[in-house]
């Protein structure tokens, strides 16, 4: 894509007049963005000296500053390093109405690890489908991308770095690796244009900006921002999709199927297991104790866990996970409740609250609820439409795979209990005191619901059981069974995994 | 306080009894601190090999796990290092209701910084003073603090330690820098010793632990935690102050009392102040070309600057806003929007918005409305009591003096308009298609109470202007005049500041 960018001259008079009516508009378009609650992304990449920094400061002179965030990507620091790669990308995501700029971005992320040796050829291919998931699960959710691009040629970038490294103020900003890196411009070139071509989908086709020329990049930049704001505050009133028009063909790209592994309704489900108290103590205490070790060597070898836990109301989650968690040094796991999402949840895409949940690698973050109340009370409950909500079997599959190729452990666990059986427990919550906060009325309207849901759950486990991150069903009627099928299975599984 | 500590024996056979007694009362207690809102504290501190890890698993073993988070303190990363000391503590605070269970905490990390040569005489001096302003200001919140020290002999750590390294499971827990600092057992003693006394505070006091034995270690603590939180759910259901019993003298801590500078009553300020539209452009340009060039160097020199906006509704905040932003370099400062606050926020001390939000040092964290809401519209609109709200004057002092002691410049702007400037703006905005989205039913409400605002805003300038951090009260009637004065202000004190 790259040898089809044609640098040109602009004369800063020929353009001055439309750039400040496209600037005058911006800030309209950008009132009219936050009115339709579209959040926007902007991704500004391209060569060193390119002149990212300046292109964005003409860029947001004029908007509202308190409505947008440029954030400069450099290296990883070392908290971000403990996390999945993209986590840092998902934490800044912006709400609703907001504007995020990256100067920088995953692309350029990607090009110097590559080029840098910290990631491997797949490594780097795992990395291209992750960046292409990100931007199609963005824009599915309603987000607008803008990805620039900002080329220079060879000499161009030369002459820059020259100019830099001679003022005193500025010769801070340059050393002799961006002289090197000008000297190999050719490796450079044909590992931008890769990851342009691998990434020019229609959910964000690239922009490619001739920027030798800073007037000419600054009007190129400054009509493609506007058209885009444009469209997608016009789609949205006319409540339809927006699609950026693609300056180069798209790649080919779909997004990925998942291998599923079979599973079985719940009313297969044979509910009559159960431990006799012996059992139950003997087994506790050697799970528990193989655990802690396992515990332990993730801690030293760095492996995330994650353990997500779903189950029907007085399901007996809450003493599972407990007896997890007392087997565990307190210091190496977290577990995190969800209840309904804030305002702040609300306005950005779903999955925001749970990326930015996770905790270090090494760590166990155990979930009360968790990404799943998207295709279950989510539809039912009407909070989101159903196909919206149909969309997220694979987004959720497509999120747990970015968590697998972390290297984390994923347990997803269904605690199963029959119609009976919560009744009784329903009924012995309201009779006991101590207990009687934990019931409520709407766990009884839930209750009445009991069949959509079922239908939900089947859907569920058949959709997203995966090979790296299956459910398990835990027959849950009796709370000693349920307790130790769950701490046999991650010790197992962890087992097997850390051999 | 530590030479008094007796180390004591205890068979576990004559406790047992009421460690589970205790246990079982944990849990009522702490479904009961949930109930009542409280969120509690629990610092475990002490020598290295003094069993924090396991004095914590066995506190926390029947506990739901879903609501307690214990969180280990090592070293700053480098993204902890580029805020505040205290930020990382901030961050982790727990929610009404929840439990923080520090192993190690301000004080080891205060400690290790000051035997490491981190910190000079007077930096270690500032950080007790910050301890016992952060546990005051919590204590003030109705935040339970339970500080444990872990106490152990020195012929019993060198024991430990070659215990720890003869096990091949936990070798890699132990260097030989750990047995260098038993050696040196004396000197960290006194270090210990000298800290422990010195926040031995009522808000705070101090439980010193003997923990040669085990199982007297663990008998103490539960009985501690227990009758802490026992007592602080009966003084909040029967709306007192709830303050543990010290078991040491306390210290002679008293919060710090701040030097204020002499302000002016807004209604003795001059309004009239004017720019010609000449004189405007000409000092824009001169302005913020001096700010752009001094926002490099506080980049360069890792300076962070504060920039807290007030004002009347339509005093031109925004605007003002704007020719700051516009500057500078957008990837060197982030313009943070104060709404009413989320379930989360109010959940915790009403600080922990602003500290959390704080950026890196080198960046301008620029905050359009502020923490002095708390001393504005919170009690003015009934949403704080006034006499909580009172104490904010000042905590608020005490936030800002941790600020400037991080090496932040402070601003602070009240950008000041009469009552019949308001007015014609306000009309303006409602006949001004593009701009009615701005003016609402509520800033006519606000207006009737405007002189019940100006006598809160009069208070707030005279009871909060530090002399590192002065109000600015800005003439807004002219809004070409409040612009120039707020980049003025700041250029001239930041030129003045990097000298």
Redesign the interface.
């Known amino acids: 894509m790259l040898d089809k960018v044609i640098q040109k001259k602009t004369k800063k008079a020929d353009v001055e007049e439309s750039l400040n009516e496209m600037q005058a508009r911006l800030i309209?378009l950008a009132?009219a963005a936050k009115?339709a609650k579209i959040p926007v992304v902007i991704t500004i990449d391209g060569w060193a000296a390119a002149g990212k920094?300046s292109q964005?400061?003409k860029l947001?002179?004029?908007m509202?500053?308190?409505?947008?965030?440029?954030?400069?990507i450099r290296r990883p620091?070392?908290?971000?390093l403990r996390k999945p790669w993209m986590h840092r990308y998902w934490q800044r995501l912006p709400k609703q109405g907001d504007f995020l700029?990256l100067?920088g971005s995953w692309y350029s992320d990607t090009v110097k690890s590559r080029m840098g040796g910290v990631i491997d050829k797949s490594g780097y291919e795992q990395r291209v489908r992750d960046i292409n998931t990100l931007e199609r699960q963005l824009h599915d959710d309603g987000y607008l991308i803008i990805k620039l691009f900002l080329h220079i040629t060879q000499e161009e970038q030369r002459k820059r770095l020259k100019k830099l490294d001679e003022n005193k103020?500025t010769s801070?900003r340059v050393d002799a690796h961006d002289f090197e890196n000008n000297k190999r411009y050719d490796k450079i070139f044909r590992n931008f244009d890769r990851i342009l071509e691998a990434t020019n989908t229609a959910s964000a086709p690239w922009n490619i900006i001739p920027a030798n020329d800073g007037v000419t990049a600054q009007f190129e930049i400054m009509h493609i921002v506007t058209e885009a704001i444009k469209g997608a505050c016009e789609a949205k009133e006319q409540g339809t999709e927006f699609r950026l028009t693609p300056s180069f063909p798209l790649t080919d790209y779909k997004p990925e199927k998942f291998t599923l592994v079979r599973t079985k309704k719940l009313s297969k489900i044979d509910m009559d297991k159960s431990l006799t108290e012996e059992e139950y103590r003997a087994k506790l205490k050697k799970y528990q104790k193989r655990l802690f070790?396992l515990q332990?060597l993730c801690y030293?070898r760095k492996i995330p866990v994650i353990v997500a836990y779903e189950g029907w109301d007085a399901g007996g989650k809450?003493g599972n996970?407990?007896r997890?968690?007392?087997a565990m040094?307190?210091?190496g796991?977290?577990?995190k409740?969800i209840a309904a999402p804030?305002?702040?949840e609300l306005a950005r895409h779903y999955l925001w609250r749970f990326w930015t949940r996770l905790e270090n690698d090494g760590h166990f973050t155990?979930f009360?609820r968790t990404w799943y109340g998207r295709v279950m009370v989510e539809p039912i409950e009407g909070f989101t439409p159903k196909e919206r909500a149909d969309m997220a079997y694979n987004e959720i599959n497509e999120f747990e795979k970015q968590l697998s190729d972390w290297g984390a452990v994923i347990f997803k666990f269904w605690i199963n209990i029959d119609k009976d059986e919560q009744y009784r427990r329903f009924k012995e919550r309201e009779n006991t005191p101590?207990k009687q906060?934990k019931i409520t009325d709407e766990d009884w309207r839930n209750r009445e619901k009991w069949d959509e849901y079922e239908k939900a759950v089947d859907r569920m486990i058949k959709l997203t059981s995966t090979e790296t991150a299956p459910w398990t069903v835990i027959e849950g009627n009796d709370k000693k069974y349920a307790r130790i099928k769950a701490l046999k299975t991650i010790c197992d599984r962890l087992e097997k995994h850390l051999k």
């Open positions: 309209d009132n009115a920094g964005i400061a947001i002179k004029y509202d500053p308190r409505f947008y965030n440029v954030e400069p620091n070392d908290a971000e700029i100067d103020f801070w070790e332990n030293r809450g996970i407990k997890l968690a007392s040094d307190p210091r796991y977290e577990v409740p804030e305002p702040s155990i009360d101590s906060w």
